[in-house]
């Protein structure tokens, strides 16, 4: 546990991914923010939050982002564990903190939950097992089919929708999305003349889900046969501000520390924060995933279920590799010749690399890409597997492991 030793926590992440929820069981106080009475008192004297009792949780910190300074100097008086977690939904306006806050308040990125968080369930392969290297045996059983992971691409990883019936889930997701477009961009100073153009570009967005699709790309796909687009500035700004609400989650282009590579691409493959929301805003249910229905944006070919198949094994590795301190990128050459799902990278700069297949069986085809990747860069490569659909874990006599996304645990 990290928060007994260190004095200050924000939580960040999307809305709805539990951050209030987790943290109010850590504190002995609460203050909501998020409450007009509650934010007047406190921007008329942040620095009298110091009077509560501790720990104390400042829920949706950013909207007064002074607390974050008298966090920050109250920790500079005294670093002791557990003292202060702040939520926060939003990244405020650059400016609104005096301090960044660096060695004074740490930073967590809370995500929706994994398929283990959502115990459909129970992993028997480590990934911080498999950063230590050693291409141990695999094992374990899954119950999964495909039919199951795309139920759970669409059921969605935020908490409080994961009990809702279909409809209702349906309902709450466009609400979601409508509620991010006309509510909060709006807070963070984004001025929106024409909301259904913002919708328009983040289903084009959700359709180049793990693609490294251009900027310019996304664009088109937003408005199609279109002359009058939005000036580049503008699409700038929509990516900016759904960032700053953590509701873009790219993964970044991977740069090897050492200079091992030459001539790899820096473009990010691009994620929302919940697979779910992808699907919604394309109005692809269960059925019409598994029927192969759905556009892809970008270069990187498949169908659709395929890549968002890759957004929920995205999400799952980066949590698990977040708690074994570790940095998930992706590789891509400049031309597309040679390209890698998922690098996890450790501190010493050796790598894990993941590909990622919608399929049960593994074919000697879908190790190219691995094996390219172990000549290139020798021991620097921990380990190397493919997750897939299918229904047990094992390693290859070449060495590559193959694993069932649901098999896959801390």
Sequence with gaps: ???????????????????????????AEVLALDWPEVRETVEADPVRILQLPRP???????????????????????NEGGQFLLTGSATPKEGATAHSGAGRIGRLRMRPMTLV???????TVSLAGLLEG????????????????????VASGFPAFRELEARTLRFQLDSYLRNVVDRDVPELGLRVRKPEVLLSWLRAYAAATSTTASYSQILDAATPGQDDKPARPTIIAYRDV?????????????????????RLGQTPKHHLADPALAARLLGLGTDALIAGDGDVVGPQAGNMVGHLFESLATLCVRVLAEAAEARVSHMRTRGGEHEIDLIV?????????????????VHDRDTKQLHWLHKQIGDNLLDAIII???PAAYRRADGIGVVPLGLLGV
């Design 388 to 390: 897939n659909t299918g």
């Design 345 to 361: 990278v450790r501190d010493d700069g050796r790598v894990l690399a993941i590909e990622v297949k919608l399929s049960s069986t």
């Design 117 to 123: 968080e959502r115990g459909v369930c129970e992993p």
């Design 56 to 78: 104390l949780l400042l829920d949706e910190w950013q909207k007064v982002p002074a607390v974050w300074d008298v966090v920050r100097r109250s920790v500079d008086a005294s």
């Design 134 to 153: 050693g291409r141990s045996a695999l094992n374990g059983a899954s119950s999964l089919r495909l039919s199951d992971y795309v139920d759970e691409i």
């Design 242 to 262: 759904l960032t700053d609400l953590w509701l873009l989650d790219p993964v970044p282009a991977w740069i090897p520390s050492r200079n091992i590579l030459t």
């Design 1 to 27: 546990m990290l928060f007994p030793q260190v004095a200050a926590i924000a939580l960040d992440g999307a809305k709805g991914t539990g951050k209030t929820t987790t943290a109010k069981g850590r504190v």
